[in-house]
Antibody, heavy 117, light 110 residues
Framework: EVQLVESGGGLVQPGGSLRLSCAASGFSFSNYWMQWVRQVPGKGLEWVSRINGDGSHTAYADSVKGRFIVSRDNAKNTLYLQMSSLTPEDTAIYYC??????????WGQGDLVTVSS | QSALTQPASVSGSPGQSITISCTGTSSDVGGYNYVSWYQQHPGKAPKVLIYEVTNRPSGVSNRFSGSKSGNTASLTISGLQAEDEADYYCSSYTSRTTVVFGGGTKLTVL
């Protein structure tokens, strides 16, 4: 069974940094693109970032480019999102998803990041 | 990257069919067969219904179907059921190698 479990979220001050993790199990992690999607509670989905199986190709939304870095450790079956220079507009639930054809086919339960002083 | 355009809301009665549109440009929806549709119930993670325009993952009801014409993709739900009441989102791969979502459509089952 495919499982994705996000962790690392919480309260952070504006200008601060946070690293999210997504632990994957139930599939051959290194064979799949992965992506991060976020959602402000009560609002729509916003795509954040995408990374290929060996980590050599990444893409970012304009809203996070230069501030967020996606990476992965295939030995640990874990996806990461390093977030820096955070602003209140980054407050959202962050989901990781296994990617197929640029679609999120399996999703984690989400992790809330709150940027506030 | 501008969000794809979806109607804010649609409604239908049980048993009816409804269609949700998703309009983009030739740089996203019209340029690639990488359009996906998601269903999201309150407090839950999104669930994929359709990927690559028309493909339905195993376990998804065949009442859900996808199509595309030009720069507009569509999700059709036939035989509407009360449990279909949810938010629906489309997404597409883009020429910038990014992904863009639609603004979402709230489906109300009357």
């Amino acid at each position: 069974e495919v499982q994705l479990v996000e962790s690392g979220g919480g309260l952070v001050q504006p200008g601060g940094s946070l690293r999210l993790s997504c632990a994957a199990s139930g599939f051959s992690f290194s064979n799949y693109w992965m992506q991060w999607v976020r959602q402000v509670p009560g609002k729509g989905l916003e795509w954040v970032s995408r990374i290929n199986g060996d980590g050599s190709h990444t893409a970012y939304a304009d809203s996070v480019k230069g501030r967020f870095i996606v990476s992965r450790d295939n030995a640990k079956n874990t996806l990461y999102l390093q977030m820096s220079s955070l602003t209140p507009e980054d407050t959202a639930i962050y989901y990781c998803a296994r990617d197929y054809g640029a679609a999120g086919v399996y999703w984690g339960q989400g992790d809330l990041v709150t940027v506030s002083s | 990257q501008s969000a794809l355009t979806q109607p804010a809301s649609v409604s239908g009665s049980p048993g009816q069919s409804i269609t949700i549109s998703c309009t983009g440009t030739s740089s996203d929806v019209g340029g690639y067969n990488y359009v996906s549709w998601y269903q999201q119930h309150p407090g839950k993670a999104p669930k994929v219904l359709i990927y690559e325009v028309t493909n339905r993952p195993s376990g998804v009801s065949n009442r859900f179907s996808g199509s595309k014409s030009g720069n507009t993709a569509s999700l059709t739900i036939s035989g509407l059921q009360a449990e279909d009441e949810a938010d629906y989102y489309c997404s597409s791969y883009t020429s910038r190698t990014t992904v863009v979502f639609g603004g979402g459509t709230k489906l109300t089952v009357l």
